[in-house]
């Protein structure tokens, strides 16, 4: 059951492969960090492996009571946002050298994150687009839409046999508590994947 959770949270962040993103995308080396925001979410989850899977350091954001997960997931370094605004912690802690990337895995932005991000993000291109609703910060943002390809989904496939990546499950309902699975989803506390089992037997 756990390979079929596989797919569409694994296909947001890049391994070596880069999945079918653009060439001014695909910035994330070996070496270098990236700050997830929202390392507990399926989606942060699965960015957190993959870039530990590239050679990456991985700081990461989540509730207190996840820490323990998100670090096992492989995350180097950990803020709770429920301590204080995330902007602050990541200036506090005066990273160095700055972080080379940010991936925004909640679903909803804080605009104070990207306004002050060059106190903790590096400047590494040119600047594409600055919204107006991130203030017109001088970083870049995208809004990023994956074309998997056989290639790239042979390439996870393997990550996952070499056990670099692994299947992540919050929890499984029978096909009668579609429902409940629902709530669980809304609750936005999901860590992994709601499975619902169509077929009662299936292991």
């Known amino acids: 059951m756990s390979r079929i959770t596989l797919p569409a949270s ?9 999945y079918g993103l653009p060439p001014r995308q695909r910035r994330l080396e070996a070496g270098q960090s990236v700050f997830i925001n ?14 530990k899977a590239k050679g ?8 207190g009571k996840n820490e323990e997960y998100v670090r096992n997931l492989g995350a180097d370094e950990f803020f709770d946002y429920t301590k204080a605004p ?15 990337a940010f991936f925004e895995a909640v679903g909803t932005a804080d605009p104070a994150l990207f306004v002050e991000s060059d106190r903790y993000l590096k400047f590494l291109w040119k600047v594409l687009l600055q919204p107006s609703w991130l203030g017109g910060t001088k ?3 995208k809004l990023i839409f994956v074309v998997p390809t056989k290639k790239d989904l042979e390439a996870f496939a393997k990550l996952v046999e070499e056990g670099k990546v692994k299947p992540l499950i919050d929890s499984v309902f029978s096909f ?13 506390r999901a ?9 009662p037997t299936a292991e």
């Open 176 to 188: 009668e508590d579609t429902l409940k699975a629902y709530e669980r989803i809304k609750t936005g």
């Open 10 to 18: 694994s296909r947001t962040i890049k391994d070596d492969r880069d």
């Open 56 to 63: 990456a350091h991985v700081a990461v954001s989540a509730s």
């Open 191 to 199: 860590t992994g994947k709601v499975v619902v089992k169509v077929d």
């Open 38 to 51: 929202g390392g507990s979410t399926a989606v942060g989850s699965f960015a957190i492996q993959l870039a």
């Open 86 to 100: 995330l902007h602050e912690q990541l200036i506090a802690a005066n990273p160095n050298p700055k972080y080379h």
């Open 139 to 141: 970083r870049t943002w």
